[in-house]
């Protein structure tokens, strides 16, 4: 039995570094090229952190295309047609607003400057709360309290107006009221504690380069920003191919691009990423029944992880995307607060529309029941793979003190999206014993990963594994050669029971504790 208590390092930049530390030192995440000093936002998944990627992936590609008859994959080139990019709008409008401070030479993104400013009037907000909250202790009405404390009220006003003028001012491109408004607010560079701005400039996000051997005939190409263009352009020979028919999904897992400008936090924000997307087909008319239905399905599927309700919540766009009539984000509480962790968006038939016009090519479906031929309306659900990766570890990793003084680094990882499923441990390394356990953790390798550990006493052994999320571990010891029996070790109350080792498999499937 342990007692769990919030660690000392509960302060979110101390957060981030442990988060960045341990994923170093048990071989999930380096940072890339490292023996060179690593380069900027590029990450190396290592031992550890291609197992759980690979877990992540498994799930999601099993909850959102085996059990839905209606979806399909597919694996795109990374490469497209040039035009793919005119047609879809990146060329022109995949830009980032700019601003560089000109003491510290540093770059920032405009817009995420300001929701910065505004991320800090809402951790006020949220002190005011707490503050109330002890104040009245159970008798305290969260609601009341917000809709009429006059200094939380103008907290909410100042967030709202901040808001509304950025949405507007990028809508309308006037990146010059966007420089005014950084300036009103006074936010300096968090480098130099400066206020010497430039002005704003648009930076396009995508990474070009050359198909083709000699200088001359070289075209030029882009490295996909989204894999969702890749599903859009196999749009018809998924649908003929498969006779597949209105409403149906198109799903695809990987790599993505983008030349990011703030590119700190860790793996939240890379320039060669991961996503998990899916783009389902309806029929004019139908999207918003649908972007519903799939907002209400995605969040159910990350709470089917275990993770407490309250780290995420949805945001919705008040600001949308030129494809787009509804937009929302799922957000996580990553260690540096609530940050997209998925989108979910409502394309029109903006995509296929652009496509059919770009082409010549008609990109239609005839809807039997409706006797007519259209453009689908799209719903994508768009996940980046390393950002849900960084929310199931930063979340799991947890400092727990125990009864006996001593503290352990534990990483609670939903036992089925663990690296390492269960870990085999002599208790000592003589005496047959190791034998035995070799040939249980043999016996099991084909139907989970296992790991062998004889070196160190057991102890340090159970802290090695819970540090690696292993959620079960077996202990071979001289009873094993009398009865049969292994002790069985739960990785998150670290209670122990023995079992037959012919029920391992069973124990490790549906352990009960
Ligand atoms: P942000 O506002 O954080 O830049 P976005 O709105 O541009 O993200 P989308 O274009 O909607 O992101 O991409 C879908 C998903 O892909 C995001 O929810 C996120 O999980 C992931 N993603 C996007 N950009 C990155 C990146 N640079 N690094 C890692 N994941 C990313």
Known sequence: ??????????IQLDILKNVISHAKEYGFVFPSSDIYDGLSAVYDYGQNGVELKNNIKKYWWKSMVQLHENIVGVDSAIFVHPTTWKASGHIDAFNDPLIDNK?????????????EYISKIEVKIEKEIGKASKRFGEDFDKEQFVDTNPRVKEYFSKIKSVSERMNRSLEKEDLEDVKKLIEELQIACPVSGSKNWTDVKQFNLMFSTKIGASADTATELFLRPETAQGIFLNFSNVQKTGRMKIPFGIAQIGKAFRNEIIARQFIFRMREFEQMEMQFFVPPGDQKKWYDTWKEKRMQWHLSLGIEKENYRFHNHEKLAHYADAACDIEFKFPFGFKELEGIHSRTD???KSHEKHSGKKIRYFDAQRNESYIP???E???GLDRMFFAVFSHSLKEEKLE?????TVLKLPPHLAPTKVAILPLVKKDGLDEVAKKIANSLKNNMNVSYDEKDAIG???RRQDAVGTPYCITVDYDTQKDNTVTFRDRDTMQQKRINIDSIIESVEYSDF
């Open 404 to 408: 006996d003084g001593s503290s352990r």
């Open 377 to 379: 309306y799209v719903i």
């Open 460 to 462: 340090r052994r159970y």
């Open 350 to 352: 903006f995509d296929l």
């Open 103 to 115: 003491d510290s030479k540093k770059r920032y993104r405009a817009d995420v400057l300001i929701e």
């Open 381 to 383: 659900t768009s996940i």
């Open 1 to 10: 039995m342990c007692i769990f208590v919030p660690s000392k390092k509960n």
